[in-house]
């Protein structure tokens, strides 16, 4: 089913073109908002899904599959691939951002970025539809930043 993106007056996203900042998705089946904002530099679209298949991977296979569902223990998880460095982190206190909320928030990025046919840096907001902020994140493209 193609995600409900927030509706603005701007238009429809174009190839090249930024979405309106900050930019909010549902990710369908799922009760996790993401909310993307303060956009940076264009990444390479390989780098970012070899990213976040192997993230992906990682959470669903070696996680999820065996220990079920549970909250996040980290205060921050790393992916890298190359240069390409994705972050996401619970906040210091509050709600808990659980491992299917983060294997949700790496669909939701992969869905944000294949309709978008374009893909750059972004700040990223976790949301669930009950709780609330659960947890924030970056996509940044820089070797020092991992």
């Known amino acids: 089913s193609e995600p409900r993106f927030t509706t603005h007056s701007y238009g429809p996203v174009s190839f090249g073109d930024y979405p309106v900042d900050p930019y909010r998705i ?4 799922t009760t996790t ?17 070899a990213l976040i298949a192997r993230a992906q991977y990682q959470i ?12 996040v ?3 921050l998880l790393v992916w890298s691939e190359r240069r390409l460095c994705l972050h996401i982190g619970r906040p210091p206190a509050g709600r808990d951002l659980t491992w299917q909320m983060v294997a949700n928030t790496l669909e ?3 869905i944000f970025f294949d309709r978008l046919q374009g893909w750059f840096e972004t700040s990223i907001t976790i949301l669930d539809d009950v ?7 970056s996509l940044i493209y ?3 930043a991992c």
């Open 33 to 49: 908002s993401l909310i993307f904002s303060n956009y940076g530099s264009p990444i390479q679209s390989q780098i970012f899904l």
């Open 26 to 29: 549902e990710v369908p089946r």
């Open 142 to 144: 820089d070797g020092d």
């Open 60 to 71: 669903i296979q070696a996680i999820i599959a065996v220990h079920g569902d549970a909250p």
């Open 131 to 137: 709780v609330g902020v659960v947890g924030q994140g």
């Open 108 to 110: 939701g990025l992969r």
């Open 73 to 75: 223990p980290q205060p």
